[in-house]
């Protein structure tokens, strides 16, 4: 009889250690999986915040690049304009040389003329008078003696005065043409040198910009890995919390864990978080003086989750109301329960309040069946109607 007793117990004790161990490792491995998925939601944040930064850096870029490249074609324009200039002074230089060469011929033509005529005069006239004038080399030499200006016409002495008058009037205009032409020049060359520079700066702006979205591709690329191992780690979670529960199903209807506040701020399914698709797992509930709110058990059930995490969900608790069926609540700024609790519908779990990934003070608030995330609003009741 004493060795039956014996032989109970002994299998009674293997039995327990199993079930006991066997839920030591759920338990064990449930936090290191929450663990690692808070771990993960950091790196997630940090880069998050890079991709940011990167994305200014990119925005700056191709805003140095844009403007380079406007004033850069505004300096080329401006140096069209004048080479359209310089070449419209070249063209009027050319034609007041041509007018200088014209007067020049014309002053030549009128004095051979003038000399005809005094060859004339010398043949109708005493030759001794103008024998030292038909010698001489040029017309200045001609007009030296004043008894020879008496005897010239003076139509002749007028109109060579006239054609001297004018060119010289053409010589200055073509003096200050040249300055222009100059000073164009020079403009243009200065203009020439500005858009090289310019060029430069585009340049380096551009390499920057390579530079600034090659760092964006990359790190894209490390968000992309640790949002997949997120959602592998998530998944992870949810496998460990798909096992069967130690708790009969309590049944009874769910109420809304934030008495007084019934405004949604974000509802359940696909959003836009940090310009990407989300996939928002539960429902916000916010409300202005939110904070430090009473949060209750949305139904009776065993408390199997305590984390005072500072990423992801930040302080959350998650419940078991049996038959595979919990409830999650996250961002808590204080949690009142520990693991093992028993909770009954209405009993204070927390407290409102903005840990983790979050933006403002709310509750984030879940219900899963079997592991996975359904609707809560299509089984909460009590939802306050001033929302």
């Known amino acids: 009889m004493l060795k039956r007793i014996i032989t109970v117990l002994s299998l009674f004790c293997i039995v327990f ?31 998050t915040e890079k991709l940011n930064e990167i994305k200014d850096e990119v925005k700056k870029a191709q805003s140095l690049s844009s403007t380079y490249t406007e004033r850069k074609e505004i300096v080329q324009q401006q140096i069209d304009a004048l080479k359209t200039s310089i070449d419209l002074k070249r063209q009027e230089l050319a034609i007041r040389q041509q007018q200088l060469d014209d007067k020049q011929k014309e002053l030549d033509n009128s004095y051979a003329m003038f000399k005809q005529r005094l060859r004339a005069i010398y043949m109708s006239n005493n030759a001794s008078e ?90 894209e690329n490390d968000y992309a890995e640790i949002l997949e191992d997120l959602e592998a780690a998530n998944a992870e979670i949810d496998r460990l919390m798909k096992q069967a529960s130690e708790i009969e199903y309590v049944g009874g209807y769910y109420a809304w864990p934030v008495p007084g506040y019934g405004w949604i701020s974000s509802g359940f399914g696909w959003r836009k978080l940090y310009g990407k698709d989300n996939y928002h797992a539960g429902i916000d509930i916010a409300g202005s003086g939110i904070y430090g709110k009473n949060i209750i058990a949305s139904n009776s059930g065993k408390v199997v989750t305590v984390v005072y995490g500072s990423t992801g969900y930040g302080y959350y608790v998650i419940i078991d109301h049996g038959g595979n069926y919990k409830t999650l609540y996250g961002h808590m700024s204080s949690i009142s329960v520990k693991v093992g609790d028993w909770v009954s519908q209405g009993d204070v779990v927390g407290h409102v309040g903005s840990t983790g990934n979050s933006t403002g003070p709310h509750l984030h608030f879940e219900i899963r069946i079997n592991g996975e995330k359904v609707n809560p609003t299509n089984m909460l009741v009590g939802r306050p109607a001033d929302y």
């Open 130 to 219: 103008l024998s030292v004038l038909l010698g001489a080399d040029s017309f200045s030499e001609f007009l030296v003696g004043a008894e020879t200006l008496r005897r010239i016409s003076q139509h002749d002495t007028d109109l060579m005065e006239k054609i001297k008058v004018e060119r010289a009037e053409i010589e200055q205009a073509k003096i200050e043409i040249e300055q222009q032409l100059a000073d164009l020049e020079s403009d243009c060359e200065e203009l020439e040198s500005k858009y090289d520079e310019l060029a430069q700066l585009l340049k380096e702006a551009n390499n920057q910009l390579s530079t600034a979205e090659a760092m964006k591709a990359a790190t």
């Open 17 to 47: 250690t199993m079930f006991s161990g066997a839920a030591v490792v759920h338990a064990t491995e449930l936090e290191d999986a929450v663990t690692k998925k808070n771990e993960l939601q950091k790196q997630l944040n940090e880069i």
